[in-house]
């Protein structure tokens, strides 16, 4: 599997949306649950870190932005 | 003649009386602005006509009192989404006025709104026409926003209200999406503006990766001046523009030619702002959902099979048992099953095998009677044969020097005989011997 930071935000959402599909289906047997779960919180968070900023970030953001 | 000299006030008011006739009062003319400046109340403009080469046919000052402003200017407004402002060509209820200080202008009582729709509609229709027939008015509003815009360049007046709003709006968002952006400084207002903002948007293109899209925007306000929009070559731009673009130039209404070919149209920058803002939000919920999705999946998933392995483990015992039983039982079977089929197999073997065996021992049997009675009779023939029968029947064996005797010949007077009977012997000398020939 690549690695959360190599993918794109698109991919990202993609590789989520088709692991929702795959829990969802009655086929996913349980030695696999653990192994999509773990896989879908990462993407989660990856995701989520490219949208949202630090405090930091932003502190440093507004203060180029008011010079 | 009369050589009498006026005064200036004389002659002017003169003019005056011919200027404010009845036929000059009150009358619809058809201008274009230029020049429109409010002071203390009051709206002054420059009304002009042109000919077909753009060059100035008639020029009059116009003017609209304080008193009937605010009621044109909100008429107008209501209908156009316009001010009164430079290139608007526009009909005008008008009085001829000469004023001995002022001189000569026009003073507007009415405006006609539906002349100056007319003709700004006719004009975006010619460039919208134009746009498309050159294949581009579409181009811009088919380009994809990636689904979360967070690289953003702005096109806008720097310190104008108007940009202070959207980046304040934008960095401000509670969910503290991240977002990075540059300002590509353009003069917003006037004449000069399409040209400005065309150079703003070349200066974005050379830089284009490090951009999800373009905004272009500017604050609203009472003294909104969109003509300078209403320009193909901006259009045109924006329309070919490889990133999208959004609008945000602060009108209410849908007005220029630029909100049909921007990829995203929106009031105000703030609204704008807003719009991106909400792009991320719905992201983060997005996300939010998956995940609670997946929580609910696994745990329910989980504690189907827990109940699942509660209900094996419940059933194991009984299972096992059931198991047990119906192996044994299988078992049963299979052993009754297989007797019967080697009672059926086997019997006919098994009573081969008797016969077979009695076969044997009835040949053994014959033969050894047979040899025995063989046997039996060589003894009889064998006893009929020995000497002892002889002997018994009263014959007797001489023997001369250990040799059987069968002829008188053999035997001299004075022998040693020895006569062998059938249970014993007798040693006797031969005292004479006779043959059947003759003495000797």
């Known amino acids: 599997m690549t690695p959360v930071k190599e993918l794109t935000y698109n991919q990202a959402i993609s590789e989520l949306e088709s692991i929702l599909r795959t829990m969802q289906s009655d086929d996913c047997d349980i030695d696999r649950l653990a192994t999509l779960t773990r896989r879908a919180t990462e993407l989660i968070a990856e995701c989520r870190s490219r949208l949202v900023a630090t405090d930091e970030e932003l502190r440093t953001i507004l203060a180029t932005l008011e010079k | 003649m009369q050589n009498r000299t006026?005064?200036?006030?004389?002659?002017?008011?003169?003019?005056?009386?011919?200027?404010?006739?009845?036929?000059?009062?009150?009358?619809?003319v058809t201008a274009e602005l230029s020049d429109v400046a409010v002071r203390g109340g009051h709206c002054y403009m420059e009304l002009l006509q042109k000919d077909d080469?753009?060059?100035?046919?008639?020029?009059?000052?116009?003017?609209?009192?304080?008193?009937?402003?605010?009621?044109?200017?909100?008429?107008?407004?209501?209908?156009?989404?316009?001010?009164?402002?430079?290139?608007?060509?526009?009909?005008?209820?008008?009085?001829?006025s000469f004023h001995s200080v002022y001189g000569f202008s026009l003073v507007v009582s009415a405006v006609n709104p539906d002349y100056t729709m007319g003709d700004l509609m006719r004009r975006r229709r010619e460039i919208?026409?134009?746009?498309?027939?050159?294949?581009?008015?579409?181009?811009n509003r088919q380009l994809q926003w990636p689904a979360v815009p967070q690289r953003i360049a702005v096109i806008s007046a720097p310190g104008a209200a108007g940009y202070g709003d959207f980046i304040n709006q934008l960095y401000?968002?509670?969910?503290?999406?991240?977002?990075?952006?540059?300002?590509?400084?353009?003069?917003?207002?006037?004449?000069?503006?399409?040209?400005?903002?065309?150079?703003?948007?070349?200066?974005?293109?050379?830089d284009m990766d490090m951009w999800d899209g373009v905004v272009i925007i500017r604050g609203g306000g009472a003294t909104s001046d969109l003509q300078a929009y209403e320009d193909y070559e901006l259009a045109a731009n924006v329309a070919q523009f490889p990133l999208p673009v959004a609008i945000g130039i602060g009108h209410e209404r849908d007005?220029?030619?630029?909100?049909?070919?921007?990829?995203?149209?929106?009031?105000?920058?703030?609204?704008?702002?807003?719009?991106?803002?909400?792009?991320?939000?719905?992201?983060?919920?997005?996300?939010?959902?998956?995940?609670?999705?997946?929580?609910?999946?696994?745990?329910?998933?989980?504690?189907?099979?827990?109940?699942?392995?509660?209900?094996?483990?419940?059933?194991?015992?009984?299972?096992?048992?059931?198991?047990?039983?119906?192996?044994?039982?299988?078992?049963?079977?299979a052993a009754t099953t297989l007797s019967g089929i080697s009672g059926r197999r086997l019997q006919p073997?098994?009573?081969?095998?008797?016969?077979?065996?009695?076969?044997?021992?009835?040949?053994?049997?014959?033969?050894?009677?047979?040899?025995?009675?063989?046997?039996?009779?060589?003894?009889?023939?064998?006893?009929?044969?020995?000497?002892v029968a002889t002997l018994k029947r009263g014959y007797s064996i001489t023997r001369v020097d250990g040799h059987a005797v069968t002829s008188a010949d053999s035997i001299r007077t004075g022998s040693i005989i020895e006569t062998t009977l059938a249970d014993g012997k007798v040693i006797s000398t031969a005292t004479a011997v006779e043959t059947s020939s003759g003495n000797r």
């Open chain 2, 53 to 96: 080469r753009g060059l100035q046919i008639a020029k009059a000052r116009g003017v609209i009192w304080a008193s009937s402003f605010p009621r044109i200017d909100a008429e107008f407004f209501a209908a156009t989404g316009q001010r009164f402002s430079t290139g608007l060509k526009v009909m005008l209820r008008v009085s001829a």
């Open chain 2, 128 to 139: 919208l026409q134009r746009l498309k027939q050159e294949g581009i008015l579409e181009m």
């Open chain 2, 255 to 333: 007005i220029t030619v630029l909100d049909w070919v921007a990829n995203k149209r929106l009031k105000t920058p703030t609204a704008v702002a807003e719009w991106l803002v909400a792009l991320g939000d719905d992201a983060l919920g997005f996300l939010m959902t998956v995940g609670n999705r997946i929580l609910q999946l696994t745990t329910s998933r989980l504690t189907g099979n827990k109940e699942q392995l509660a209900h094996a483990e419940g059933l194991l015992p009984i299972a096992a048992r059931n198991a047990v039983e119906r192996a044994q039982s299988r078992l049963r079977n």
């Open chain 2, 349 to 387: 073997q098994l009573t081969r095998l008797d016969m077979t065996l009695k076969a044997i021992a009835d040949a053994a049997s014959n033969r050894i009677s047979r040899q025995r009675s063989l046997l039996d009779s060589r003894q009889t023939l064998l006893e009929a044969l020995s000497p």
């Open chain 2, 172 to 206: 401000h968002n509670p969910s503290h999406l991240r977002f990075s952006t540059k300002l590509y400084p353009a003069v917003m207002q006037g004449a000069t503006a399409p040209a400005s903002i065309i150079a703003a948007l070349e200066a974005v293109a050379t």
């Open chain 2, 6 to 28: 006026l005064s200036l006030l004389e002659l002017t008011r003169m003019v005056t009386a011919l200027v404010q006739r009845p036929e000059t009062q009150n009358v619809w």
